[in-house]
């Protein structure tokens, strides 16, 4: 088993910033990838970004993409969403997500509020 525990959601005004972090625990060897998601009320989830385990490659949303930036610290078994110049539409529910072996483990969730 792999546990997510996300933290850094809050309100924020449009234009800001905040920072996302996502902690690791349990069997997190061999885990393939690492992965943002979101939901919007009354949306369907969506991938914001990604980052592999083998070579920190990066995969981004194209609503996202230069304004928001996935890091990991492999030590700690942490990954982080940092989120700059966020829009009314970033609104979400953010969820951490490592893929491991063919399965997916989700966290559970941190709410971004982005005001106009």
């Known amino acids: 088993q792999v546990r997510l525990v996300e933290s850094g959601g809050g309100l924020v005004q449009s234009g800001g910033s905040l920072r996302l972090s996502c902690a690791a625990s349990?069997?997190?060897?061999?885990?393939?990838?690492m992965r943002w998601y979101r939901q919007a009320l009354g949306k369907e989830r969506e991938l914001v970004a990604g980052?592999?385990?083998?070579?920190?490659?990066?995969n981004y949303a194209d609503s996202v993409k230069g304004r928001f930036t996935i890091s990991r610290d492999v030590p700690k078994n942490e990954v982080y969403l940092q989120m700059n110049s966020l829009k009314p539409e970033d609104t979400a529910v953010y969820y951490c997500?490592?893929?491991?072996?063919?399965?997916?483990?989700w966290g559970q969730g941190t709410q971004v509020t982005v005001s106009s």
């Open positions: 349990g069997f997190t060897s061999n885990i393939d990838a």
């Open positions: 997500n490592a893929y491991k072996l063919l399965r997916d483990y």
């Open positions: 980052i592999r385990r083998v070579g920190g490659s990066t």
